[in-house]
């Protein structure tokens, strides 16, 4: 079978061209071709001589993943659902702001941590995503972006991105961490380390290893400010419990991009979102256990998360008024706190609630099928003419006023 060269990082890359006996020179010029370029076949890499073309024609494919369906919000957000086989899907979502545009990206099919609140969590464990169905999410996204908004380098539509989406990252330690190089290498998508963001529910050693690795920036989801409450939220907490996790949060800190760790915390109506909760929390900031004992002091940020509901979990959103009141005891201690604004509703594509309903596994090819036909297809947008530069993308599908930026538009520099 034909190699995937979406599964390779430059230095991988460099080391499979070596055994083609091509120097390293010509790995870069091929990098990027695919990533740079959004290239998806050899033939239109012209600065590459015939005869590699044609070895690479032989040996390799740039193995896009099949398109289930895109889906745009009035708001700008863009969801693409992927087909990985076997009847799974994944999804990405694109969130345009004013500032940046940001790519939530997932890991795995389903997810085997099993968050009470998690839709993933609820469908179980299906796979490992590789490392190739990984960096191909961004890949699609940034390219087929470019040519919507009728972006030409150094401009690029994504420069943020999170493991946000379906799958627990550091359970796929091996593909996530040459996806990651992939992210960020300068002859790549040259994005900054403090611009990728890896999501973990508390996986303690992968934590480690991911500072040794590739430390870019790290999110964790907290959920609950002691471990009674977080085991039964987060199941993984039984293993890791809270004292560890924040132990390897302060380790973090020593090579992380920024001087803080995000923890996310999804507000839970009635189960983690009271005031006393709020000061429980601000205390584990500072360095203080549930039960007064001295733990590791993590400088932090909050994020807390609206809830989206579905029915199998048995939970309800915080009220507005409560996430606010939650929020500021939390800044009222010096605590930098923001509430996520809820994006893209209207295809349900708030980041980190990808699946928009829960079925059993076994049903999953059915569910497939179905969505094919449920989910509005958006014409591919390669053949159709560029839409002029200063239309939102939103504006393109004729569903917003169009406006004067492109919403996800920027310079690289
Ligand atoms: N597995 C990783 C990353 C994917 S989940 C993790 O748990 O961190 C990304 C974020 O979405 C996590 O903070 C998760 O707690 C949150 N999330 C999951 N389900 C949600 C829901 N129904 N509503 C709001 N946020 C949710
Ligand atoms: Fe997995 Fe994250 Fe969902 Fe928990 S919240 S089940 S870790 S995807």
């Keep these: 079978m034909a190699v995937n060269l979406l599964d390779f990082d430059l230095e991988g890359l460099a080391a499979w061209c070596e055994g083609l006996g091509e120097k390293r020179f010509r790995a870069v010029q091929l ?36 398109v289930f369906g895109e889906q745009r919000s009035a708001d700008g957000t863009v969801k693409w ?36 609140f998690c839709s993933t969590g609820h469908q179980g464990f299906s796979r490992n995503l590789s490392t190739g169905e990984i960096v191909a999410q961004l890949w699609h996204a940034e390219h087929s972006l470019r040519r919507a908004l009728g972006l030409a380098p150094p401009e690029r539509a994504i420069d943020n991105v ?7 990252p550091l359970q796929n330690y091996a593909a996530l961490v040459p996806a990651l190089r992939v992210f960020l290498d300068d002859h790549g998508y040259g994005l900054s380390r403090r611009r990728v963001t890896v999501s973990t529910s508390g996986v303690v050693p992968m ?56 923890f996310e915390y999804c507000m839970l109506d009635g189960v983690n979102d009271s005031d006393e909760q709020a000061r429980a929390l601000v205390r584990l900031a500072a360095g203080q256990g549930p039960a007064g ?6 400088p ?15 939970l309800k959103r915080s009220p507005r008024e409560r996430v606010l009141a939650f929020a500021a005891i939390l800044q009222d201690a010096g605590i930098v706190t923001t509430v996520r604004k809820t994006r893209g509703d209207d295809i349900d594509a708030a980041c980190g609630q990808l699946a928009g309903e829960v079925l059993d596994r076994t049903q999953a090819a059915e569910r497939l099928a179905r969505r094919r036909v449920d989910v509005p297809l958006v014409a591919a947008p390669s053949n159709a003419p560029a839409p002029g530069r200063g239309r939102s993308l939103a504006s393109t599908v004729g569903s917003a006023p169009s406006t004067t930026t492109p919403a996800g538009a920027r310079s690289a520099a």
């Design 81 to 116: 659902l992927f087909d990985v086989g076997g009847g799974n899907a994944v999804e990405a979502v694109f969130i345009p702001e004013a500032d940046r545009g940001t790519l939530c990206v997932s890991s795995q099919a389903g997810c085997a941590v099993g968050c009470r």
């Design 293 to 298: 004992e001295a733990w590791p002091r993590v």
């Design 300 to 314: 932090c940020k909050f994020n807390l998360i609206p809830f989206n509901p579905f029915p199998a979990s048995g």
């Design 31 to 66: 990098f990027r071709w695919i990533h740079q370029k959004g290239a998806g076949d050899f033939a239109a890499m012209t600065d590459l001589a015939r005869s590699l073309r044609e070895k690479l024609q032989q040996h390799a494919e740039i193995r896009a993943l099949p």
């Design 162 to 168: 999170v493991m946000m989406g379906m799958g627990e």
């Design 207 to 262: 934590i480690d290893r991911l500072r040794e690795d590739c430390s870019v920036a790290l999110a964790v989801s907290l959920h609950a400010p002691d471990d009674t409450l977080r085991e039964s939220l987060v199941p993984l907490n039984r293993k890791y419990p809270l004292a560890e996790l924040l132990a390897a949060c302060r380790r973090y800190l020593d090579r992380a991009p920024r001087d803080f760790i995000t």
